[in-house]
């Protein structure tokens, strides 16, 4: 079976500050995918990024950075410098095998100018 | 590229009556998913339609019932609806390959009165 756990509900930072949303998943595959969704207030999910099992390599997009580690099983998503259009709900999810996709409970970002 | 399409954006249903959602995947996506989000619940997985078949399904009811068109578009039925139906339904369309991301659209929100 296959578990996503967001275990920060709710955060609220400044705007400039930098903030990390953890997501710690749980899989038996061996080839597995993990995903970022964002969802700002009109509700559609934005996909943010996909990283596969095997590759462990971080990954930078302008402010937005992930660090996948394998040997603790999390795959976090930083924001640099936030910013007020940053505030939404993001979340994490995973996928191994054919099996459906598996999303955590979300962590909604609240960005205070 | 055109994104997936759904509709309706909003629906008022009464208690008993049924709904039927419609979902147009992005062009040449052959899979199709289901989603219901509710601020209880959170993001929670209905079923998978890859050409025509249903290929993973969720732990709902009977009543939520779907079914795939031969060019990919997938409708969605709930029969004698609860009040508990109330959400927001999400569709996400990907090319049906386990690595390949899913994109969602903007969803219906159903109210049952």
């Known amino acids: 079976a296959q578990k996503v756990t967001q275990a920060q509900t709710e955060i609220s930072v400044v705007e400039k500050e930098d903030v990390t949303l953890d997501c710690v998943y749980e899989?038996?595959?061996?080839?597995?995918?993990l995903f970022w969704y964002k969802q700002p207030p009109s509700g559609e999910l934005v996909f943010l990024i996909r990283?596969?099992?095997?590759?462990?390599q971080n990954e930078i997009s302008g402010r937005y950075s992930w660090n996948f580690q394998k040997s603790t099983s999390s795959f976090n998503f930083t924001i640099t410098a936030s910013q007020v259009v940053d505030s939404a709900v993001y979340f994490c999810?995973?996928?191994?095998?054919?099996?459906?996709?598996?999303f955590g409970t979300g962590t909604k970002l609240q960005v205070i100018p | 590229k055109a994104g997936v399409t759904q509709t309706p954006r909003y629906l008022i249903k009464t208690r008993g009556q049924q709904v039927t959602l419609s979902c147009s995947p992005i062009?040449?996506?052959?899979?199709v998913s289901w989603y219901q989000q509710t601020p209880g619940q959170g993001l929670q997985f209905l079923f998978e339609?890859?050409?025509?078949?249903?290929?993973n399904k969720g732990n709902f009811p009977g009543r939520f019932s779907g079914r795939q068109f031969s060019n990919s578009r997938s409708e969605m039925n709930v029969s004698t609806l609860e009040l508990g139906d109330s959400a927001l339904y999400l569709c996400?369309?990907?090319?049906?390959?386990?690595?390949?991301?899913?994109?969602f659209g903007p969803g219906t929100r159903l109210l049952v009165l």
């Open positions: 996400a369309s990907s090319t049906g390959q386990i690595q390949e991301t899913q994109y």
């Open positions: 899989t038996r595959d061996t080839t597995y995918y």
């Open positions: 990283r596969n099992s095997f590759d462990e």
């Open positions: 999810a995973l996928r191994g095998g054919y099996q459906k996709v598996t």
């Open positions: 062009s040449g996506h052959r899979s």
């Open positions: 339609y890859f050409s025509e078949t249903q290929r």
